[in-house]
């Protein structure tokens, strides 16, 4: 086997001879192998040279994409995204992903992720039509960490790795879905052990830099699995032993130009000796809090993209060339697009990106809706690519032919787009204690009745326990340890009054502007409008207020007007609910409030809350706000004179409106409280043990629908609120800054969470704070500095 270069400055001309990007373009097109300093010339280029780069990248990639028999195709692969465990040997300074010992102990999390919870996992990205298994983890942490010996001894594993070829089988033959294996260094008897499991396997090798690796305080010092050539080894391994294999350079952690030249140029050296290289992700740098690198700066945005485009040339036409799209905003995918990608990566409709927590993955139809407007067809991949899956005999073991059979169209090799159907629907139908139960719902919320979900609903002492512990590690393996708030402002439209406010909670157009403005000013993100306009003001009020707002502070996100406000504004401007919903849009109303219901149950209705929207219509508006674009909360008020299976009912609706048109963002379950409520479900049972259940069973019920549980701190204050975020909670909601402006006129004025404190409730969890957008998005770097 040829061994890896160590040598690879060697072919690096004078510093100062001039290499033309137009005359390194030409040659690579005529099938020359660049030198080192050639891909310098192109990772560098700026100007009229990068636009000639961008352009040949992009015309290089369409050629390979018509070459492999599917012109204007960019593919992606729906994957969940499963953290074996987050203990590591190594010690990288950007990475916010491990956990020591000690930190799992204080989080109840196990040393690894137990074969029932990745089941549970990963039957319900099936449900979602998920067709790849990320298994990703920590190198080797048995041999930094005792505990991590530990439980691998007591399970009966020899190793982390023997562990990963167990769970990879285990989750082909119960589920169906094909693992793709990124379990970081591997020997060369490792790599052929986990052939068997999985028809693909990665690893990023990050950089050549051995400066990056051998200085302290660098990116890579004392992370044993950094070094550059043991990383080139194993990919070499990998080539040997006919592995489809996924490998990449990170851009921004400190290497230089020549670097990444370095980078790339051994890629392809490996790629031309093995051809085993199915894909190169660019990925760029993404500083994370609570890390040694986490007031490093961003990869400049026009670097990385000539990087990305330097990497198309270098790998040539017929490579696959991968940036993770949640690392970069939609506004730039054009930018990287037209460098020559040609692959989105993996997306997952359940899990989070568990190694870029603050950044979420796009809605696979916001992916495709965006690729399509640069002229592209979003397609479906399996985990290995098309190429390998038509040579079978070559590329994958037998052991893997039916598994990726069952899920390939025979013709593309792409992914079957008919449903797939799982093998094991997991858990024991006869399961009927509390914890069996949940334990089902974890693994398909489908698969219990109402009567069963009632039980969970019900639960006391050491059963609620163990619901409140299943639902919250649903939480942590879907959509990740982080909590989440937005710095927001409320402003309650029923207190407009055009001719100008009389008392402190009203307000009129020219405050509506200077709201905004104040808003925008002290950091916050979205302005929340809601509320009935008084009878005496003009429909188009509603409308006014958003465009005041709007015009006083262009970039705040709007969150205006529940279903009985939009329902009142239509009726009483003549309109249809769709002519209202597209006079909110063109007046600046960027998402909608699901609020304005306590339950969705006429008889509630009637007798709580008469002067609400009738159940019908609330229906209907909400739907038509998704239908029209507008994202949405939903809410259940409990602790009324609601029964347990009203509650039920009213999740069920829920869940068909989302599974309808995908508008909610987040579930928010709300106690009421005063003379109506704060009535308990189970006699007895405290006010606190209420919540949790509650908390847990919408975690389960809406798993996989509605991602978030957000936790309304303002009903439960601080300290019950910490308690609900370890049963499935997830979200803080908002900050409800009171303003400088007219506080009064906002509802709930007076109650006001700091992000400071908000981060100290995160660190008691042993869980990070994300501050995040009303669609749960990742703020501008200037608006987190204006909150500061």
């Known amino acids: 086997m040829p061994t890896p270069r160590t040598d690879l400055r060697s072919d690096v001309g004078p510093e100062t001879a001039p290499v033309l990007v137009a005359h390194v373009i030409d040659r690579a097109r005529a099938g020359a192998r660049l030198s080192v300093n050639e891909v310098l010339a192109l990772v560098t280029a700026d100007g009229a040279d990068r636009d000639l780069l961008f352009a040949a990248a992009s015309a290089l990639r369409d050629e390979g994409l018509a070459l492999a028999g599917r012109p204007g195709v960019i593919t992606y692969s729906r994957k969940v995204f499963v953290p074996l465990t987050t203990l590591c040997r190594d010690r990288c300074h950007y990475c916010i992903f491990v956990d020591t010992p000690g930190q799992l102990l204080k989080k109840n999390k196990p040393a690894y992720m137990s074969p029932e919870q990745v089941l549970q996992v990963v039957r319900q990205g099936a449900a979602l039509g998920c067709k790849e298994v990320l298994l990703t983890l920590g190198d080797r942490p048995e041999d930094r960490w005792p505990e991590a010996r530990a439980w691998l001894d007591q399970h009966g594993y020899a190793s982390t790795l023997d562990y990963v070829a167990a769970i990879a089988r285990l989750v082909t033959a119960e589920t169906g879905l094909l693992a793709h294996l990124n379990p ?22 990050e950089t050549t830099s051995r400066a990056l690796f051998e200085t302290p305080g660098q990116p890579h010092f004392g992370s044993p699995d950094k070094d550059p050539a043991l990383r080139l080894r194993v990919i070499e391994d990998a080539g040997a032993a006919r592995i489809p294999f996924t490998t990449g350079i990170l851009v921004g952690i400190g290497e230089t130009p020549l670097d990444r030249a370095e980078s790339l140029n051994a890629l392809r050296d490996a790629e031309e000796r093995h051809g085993h290289i199915q894909e190169v992700i660019v990925q760029n740098f993404r500083a994370k809090p609570r890390t040694a690198m986490q007031d490093a700066p961003d990869a400049d945005l026009l670097e990385y993209a000539t990087v990305v485009a330097a990497a198309r040339i270098v790998m040539g036409a017929r490579m696959r060339i991968q940036v993770p799209p949640n690392l970069s905003d939609p506004t730039e995918f054009a930018l990287l697009v037209g460098a020559g990608i040609d692959d989105w990566g993996g997306v997952s409709p359940l899990t989070a990106d568990h190694v870029n927590p603050e950044r979420p993955w796009p809605h696979v139809d916001d992916l495709a809706a965006a690729t399509a407007s640069l002229g592209y067809e979003l397609r479906e991949r399996l985990t290995a690519h098309p190429e390998y899956l038509a040579d079978p005999g070559t590329w994958l073991d037998p052991a893997m032919h039916a598994p990726v059979a069952a899920l390939s169209d025979p013709v593309t090799h792409l992914a079957r787009t008919a449903p797939h159907v799982q093998r094991n629907a997991g858990g024991d139908a006869r399961a009927s204690t509390v914890r069996g139960l949940a334990e089902r719902a974890a693994a398909d919320p489908l698969a219990l009745d109402d009567a069963e979900w009632l039980r969970l609903l019900e639960a006391t002492g050491t059963a609620l326990d163990d619901l409140a512990h299943i639902a919250d590690d649903v939480r942590r393996y879907t959509v990740g340890e982080a909590i989440t708030i937005a710095v927001n402002r409320n402003l309650t439209s029923t207190g407009f009054r055009a001719a100008g406010a009389q008392t402190p909670d009203q307000f009129d157009l020219a405050d509506a502007a200077a709201i905004a403005a104040d808003a925008w000013d002290l950091g916050a993100t979205e302005l929340c409008i809601q509320g009935l306009i008084a009878r005496q003001e003009a429909p188009e009020a509603y409308l006014d207020i958003v465009r005041a707002a709007r015009a006083a502070a262009s970039d705040i996100h709007l969150h205006a007007y529940r279903p009985q406000d939009v329902h009142d504004l239509a009726t009483r401007s003549g309109l249809t609910l769709d002519e209202a919903f597209a006079a909110m849009r063109d007046a600046g109303v960027d998402t909608v409030p699901g609020t304005g219901v306590k339950v969705l149950s006429e008889r ?10 009738e159940i019908d219509r609330w229906i209907e508006t909400i739907t038509a706000a998704h239908r029209a674009g507008f994202r949405s909360t939903s809410v259940l008020f409990y602790g009324h004179v609601e029964t347990a299976a009203e509650r039920i009912a009213h999740l069920g609706t829920l869940r068909r409106i989302q599974s309808e048109t995908r508008g909610f963002t987040e579930f928010v379950p709300i106690p009421l409280p005063g003379s109506a409520g704060g009535i308990g479900l189970v006699e007895g049972r405290s006010s606190l043990d209420e919540h949790r259940a509650m908390a847990a069973v919408s975690r389960l019920f809406f798993s996989g629908s509605i991602p978030h549980i957000q936790i309304p701190w303002t009903r439960h204050g601080l300290e019950t609120s910490a308690v609900l ?57 200037e608006r987190k500095a204006a909150m500061r």
């Open 184 to 205: 970081g260094v591997m020997h060369a008897h490792e790599l052929e052990q986990l052939r068997p499991v999985a028809p693909s396997m990665g690893m990023m090798l």
């Open 725 to 781: 975020l370890q049963a499935g909670g997830d979200d803080l909601g908002g900050t409800l800054l009171d303003g400088r402006v007219r506080p009064e006129a906002g509802i709930e004025s007076g109650n006001e969470l700091a992000l400071p404190d908000a981060a100290r409730i995160a660190r008691r969890l042993f869980r990070p704070l994300r501050q995040r957008t009303t669609v749960y998005g990742e703020p501008s770097d």
């Open 604 to 613: 509630i209705r009637g007798l709580i809350a008469p002067g609400d929207l």
